[in-house]
């Protein structure tokens, strides 16, 4: 695959990376437990575990709904010498997520996401693909990403099914932490993998930090959201999103967004009779 579709879709995808297994300890309720702070590697001491866990929950999941964000960003990954990259992403709330990549003047890749599948064109190599989630999920060998899913991340929402049976939620000065005491087991097509996940909110309930940790190797995904910013009807989003992919891939891709609309937008997207259309290996 070519390198505009492969950080298109890195971009896009965010968890581009292996992930596999890893055991986790079950803490009794009242054990006093450590989560490491991304950017100074020390220990935060955890607090105290929460007693009003309805309003944390309604407060992580339920947030004002949309119709359509625009969103302009800068993109900057470690594998890619010709970045930051401009961008432009631009998502219909359950519709679509439509995304175009530029360098310099030249309109190098673009995408378009729905519920049924995603599509994307290199116009500098003249190739496309055009491919199901499951065809999606085998490449990247993870086994959750769907469109509502991606949505979220793309905003900074949680993606994941938190509950008093598998998770624990305690509140210091930073905010609140979450950290998983039974594995989270994900099946899709008779494929079952386990993840131990650890979560990080402010005070008002902004995503921070996310950790997907593999439950049988050093594999994990990091995903750090900061400079949340308030529109109108208490809509919360990041200009900035950086994914920190660690073990047997390593790698980084920061997302500056620097500018958001709410205006419908057109999204074209079509592909070039002389394309090649190519097989993501």
Same mark, same amino acid.
């Given at each position: ?27 009794? #309720?009242?054990?006093?437990? %450590? ?22 929950? +309604? ?7 949309? #119709? ?18 401009? &961008?432009?992403?631009?998502? +219909? ?26 599509? &994307?064109?290199?116009? /500098? ?25 991606? #949505? ?21 000065? %930073? ?15 008779? %494929? ?16 921070? /930090? ?9 594999? &994990?995904? +990091? ?8 529109? +109108? ?32 937008? #057109? ?15």
């Amino acid at each position: 695959m070519k390198k505009w579709i492969t950080l298109l879709l890195a971009t896009l995808v965010i968890l581009s990376c292996k992930t596999r297994k890893n055991a986790v300890q079950n803490p009794s #309720e009242n054990d006093s437990i %450590q989560v490491v702070n991304s950017d100074n590697k020390k220990p935060i001491d955890a607090g105290k575990n929460i007693s009003d866990r309805l309003t944390f929950y +309604e407060s992580i999941y339920i947030h004002p709904k949309f #119709e359509q964000i625009k969103i302009n960003s800068k993109i900057t990954a470690d594998n890619i010498r010709v970045s930051p990259l401009d &961008a432009t992403i631009y998502i +219909e709330s359950d519709k679509k997520i439509w995304s175009n990549i530029n360098f310099l003047f030249f309109n190098a890749a673009r995408a378009i996401i729905t519920p049924d599948g995603i599509k &994307a064109v290199d116009k /500098y190599n003249k190739n496309y693909i055009d491919s199901d989630f499951e065809y999606l999920n085998n490449l990247l060998n993870i086994n959750f990403i769907d469109y509502k899913t991606l #949505e979220k991340i793309l905003l900074g929402r949680t993606f994941l099914v938190v509950s008093d049976r598998n998770s624990k939620i305690t509140k210091n000065m %930073q905010g609140y932490q979450l950290e998983s005491i039974v594995n989270q087991k994900i099946v899709t097509n008779d %494929q079952e993998r386990e993840y131990k996940i650890t979560m990080h909110y402010s005070n008002d309930y902004d995503l921070i /930090y996310v950790k997907l940790q593999d439950v049988k190797s050093d594999d &994990a995904v +990091e995903i750090v959201y900061d400079q949340w910013e308030s529109f +109108e009807n208490n809509l919360r989003l990041p200009q900035s999103v950086k994914i920190i992919i660690k073990g047997s891939k390593t790698s980084q891709i920061l997302l500056e967004n620097t500018k958001f609309g709410f205006t419908r937008m #057109e999204t074209p997207y079509s592909v070039p009779t002389n394309y090649k259309k190519i097989e993501i290996q």
